[in-house]
């Protein structure tokens, strides 16, 4: 005990805890050991915390701060960071974008790799996000094979949560796949290496700061026997698998021309229509594969700013949460969004679904919801989400007497109807982490 890491942050304004009851905490204060929350409350905070003097605790002062659960990203590409804004593809759509920059990603080298992931997280984190994915797909013939390594340092540099995933491409144009040979591997490779990387990293236990998934890229870039035997090696492992699927309407298109299929009977047809799943974009679904991605407790990662972006359309959050996919919030790649800021990507997905349905459509309490619990959701992580007992003490603390909350009513509603100012800090696994310039 004598060892133990103790952290309390006091006097926070307002506390969201999305908590069961999804109490909303007045003078909140959060306690952790060892990265993790042994007690919430409101009110000056006890002096004695689970037996604990309240003097052997370090504490962090959060008067005039709006505190939420640590935001989670659910789908990103940290290495477009090096490629936002790409002239050429300004005003692209998906197929083409992707054709245009796979030789321009070819060229990266590892320290630009590293570089790219860096910024990502810092910029995650400045806008509120404590756990982030990763879907690593590109492994140019000239960079390292040991990417994934290189973005697990970066996470570790930077501080942040990190669900890496081993992504894959292997199906070139020669074979009627999208990308040019200069960004695939052999199917060989690719599972040795996702063999390495599970056992090298992976960490199933609660509080983990790196835990793998798998991920083959999409159904334009990869084999069928690459999903089959993904999915058959991460259900070896336990761990959980992502991909693209149905995010413009050129991808059914080729689904339906390549393997005679729609999405989600192709999903089914290489093993992957499980709980242990979830599928970034998700747009172009029918009723049907709505209802069956729903009672199969696949998740979606929404990612509206990259979607309005490529002009791919509109996921169906509401139709897929309904059915019982848990659906997250995420950036997305940096070089269709072209920012890894998750609480302006809040904003986007509360401004889109009522431009679609009506103001009442989206409140701001299901966007909040989408952000943390959603996202723990897609990565089957039970240890991230909300602020109780048995978490990981994982914080966004937003200062309310920034100029661009300045004269906001509700705390809460501030930070996504106003435009987002950055987080005075976060806080991951009971460490304060100051923001970076
Ligand atoms: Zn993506």
Redesign the pocket.
Same mark, same amino acid.
């Given at each position: 005990m004598s060892d133990a890491k103790l952290f309390l942050l006091e006097n926070a304004e307002t506390l969201v805890t999305m908590n069961d009851q999804r109490e909303v905490l007045k003078t909140g204060w959060v306690a952790s050991r060892d990265g993790m929350i042994i007690a919430v409350g409101s009110g000056p905070a006890p002096d004695i915390i689970e037996d604990i003097p309240q003097e052997k605790f370090q504490k962090h002062d959060a008067t005039g701060c709006v505190v939420l659960p640590g935001l989670i990203n659910t789908?990103h #590409?940290l290495y477009q960071t090096r490629t936002r804004a790409y002239g050429p593809v300004a005003d692209s759509e998906l197929f083409p974008w992707l054709k245009t920059l796979y030789p321009v990603w070819a060229q990266l080298t590892d320290d630009q790799f590293y570089q790219g992931a860096l910024v990502g997280f810092k910029e995650l984190m400045r806008s509120g996000c404590t756990c982030t994915t990763d #879907?690593h797909y590109l492994f140019p013939q000239d960079a390292s094979e040991q990417l994934i390594d290189i973005t697990i340092l970066a996470a570790r540099d930077a501080g942040i949560r990190f669900h890496p995933t081993r992504g894959s491409m292997s199906r070139s144009v020669k074979d009627g796949g999208l990308p040019p040979d200069s960004v695939v591997q052999d199917e060989d490779t690719i599972m040795a290496d996702c063999e390495r990387v599970i056992a090298k990293f992976h960490d199933p236990e609660p509080g983990a700061m790196v835990r793998i998934a798998l991920a083959p890229c999409s159904p334009f870039s990869v084999s069928p026997e690459l999903m089959k035997s993904t999915s058959a090696l991460a259900r070896k492992h336990g761990i959980r698998m992502h991909t693209?699927l149905s995010e413009t309407q050129d991808e059914n298109t080729y689904c339906l021309n390549m393997y005679k299929q729609r999405p989600v009977d192709f999903l089914e047809s290489v093993d992957w229509l499980g709980d242990d799943v979830w599928l970034?974009h998700g747009i172009w679904f029918d009723d049907a594969e709505v209802a069956r991605l729903g009672k199969a407790g696949v998740g979606i990662a929404h990612c509206p700013t990259s979607n309005m972006r490529l002009g791919s359309g509109v996921c169906r959050v509401r139709d897929l949460q309904a059915a019982g996919s848990p659906v997250g919030l995420a950036v997305?790649?940096s070089a269709s969004n072209d920012s890894s800021n998750m609480l302006a990507e809040l904003r986007q997905t509360l401004l889109l679904h009522r431009v679609i349905h009506g103001a009442a459509a989206m409140s701001i309490n299901e966007v909040l919801e989408m952000a943390t619990l959603g996202g723990a959701g897609c990565l089957g992580r039970e240890d991230v989400g909300s602020l109780v007992v048995g978490k990981a003490c994982d914080l966004a603390v937003f200062d309310l007497e920034s100029i661009g909350y300045d004269g906001a009513h509700d705390p809460v509603a501030a930070l996504l109807l106003c435009h987002p100012e950055p987080a005075r800090e976060v806080i991951i696994g009971g460490q304060v982490i100051a923001q970076e310039e």
């Amino acid at each position: 005990m004598s060892d133990a890491k103790l952290f309390l942050l006091e006097n926070a304004e307002t506390l969201v805890t999305m908590n069961d009851q999804r109490e909303v905490l007045k003078t909140g204060w959060v306690a952790s050991r060892d990265g993790m929350i042994i007690a919430v409350g409101s009110g000056p905070a006890p002096d004695i915390i689970e037996d604990i003097p309240q003097e052997k605790f370090q504490k962090h002062d959060a008067t005039g701060c709006v505190v939420l659960p640590g935001l989670i990203n659910t789908h990103h #590409h940290l290495y477009q960071t090096r490629t936002r804004a790409y002239g050429p593809v300004a005003d692209s759509e998906l197929f083409p974008w992707l054709k245009t920059l796979y030789p321009v990603w070819a060229q990266l080298t590892d320290d630009q790799f590293y570089q790219g992931a860096l910024v990502g997280f810092k910029e995650l984190m400045r806008s509120g996000c404590t756990c982030t994915t990763d #879907h690593h797909y590109l492994f140019p013939q000239d960079a390292s094979e040991q990417l994934i390594d290189i973005t697990i340092l970066a996470a570790r540099d930077a501080g942040i949560r990190f669900h890496p995933t081993r992504g894959s491409m292997s199906r070139s144009v020669k074979d009627g796949g999208l990308p040019p040979d200069s960004v695939v591997q052999d199917e060989d490779t690719i599972m040795a290496d996702c063999e390495r990387v599970i056992a090298k990293f992976h960490d199933p236990e609660p509080g983990a700061m790196v835990r793998i998934a798998l991920a083959p890229c999409s159904p334009f870039s990869v084999s069928p026997e690459l999903m089959k035997s993904t999915s058959a090696l991460a259900r070896k492992h336990g761990i959980r698998m992502h991909t693209h699927l149905s995010e413009t309407q050129d991808e059914n298109t080729y689904c339906l021309n390549m393997y005679k299929q729609r999405p989600v009977d192709f999903l089914e047809s290489v093993d992957w229509l499980g709980d242990d799943v979830w599928l970034a974009h998700g747009i172009w679904f029918d009723d049907a594969e709505v209802a069956r991605l729903g009672k199969a407790g696949v998740g979606i990662a929404h990612c509206p700013t990259s979607n309005m972006r490529l002009g791919s359309g509109v996921c169906r959050v509401r139709d897929l949460q309904a059915a019982g996919s848990p659906v997250g919030l995420a950036v997305d790649g940096s070089a269709s969004n072209d920012s890894s800021n998750m609480l302006a990507e809040l904003r986007q997905t509360l401004l889109l679904h009522r431009v679609i349905h009506g103001a009442a459509a989206m409140s701001i309490n299901e966007v909040l919801e989408m952000a943390t619990l959603g996202g723990a959701g897609c990565l089957g992580r039970e240890d991230v989400g909300s602020l109780v007992v048995g978490k990981a003490c994982d914080l966004a603390v937003f200062d309310l007497e920034s100029i661009g909350y300045d004269g906001a009513h509700d705390p809460v509603a501030a930070l996504l109807l106003c435009h987002p100012e950055p987080a005075r800090e976060v806080i991951i696994g009971g460490q304060v982490i100051a923001q970076e310039e």
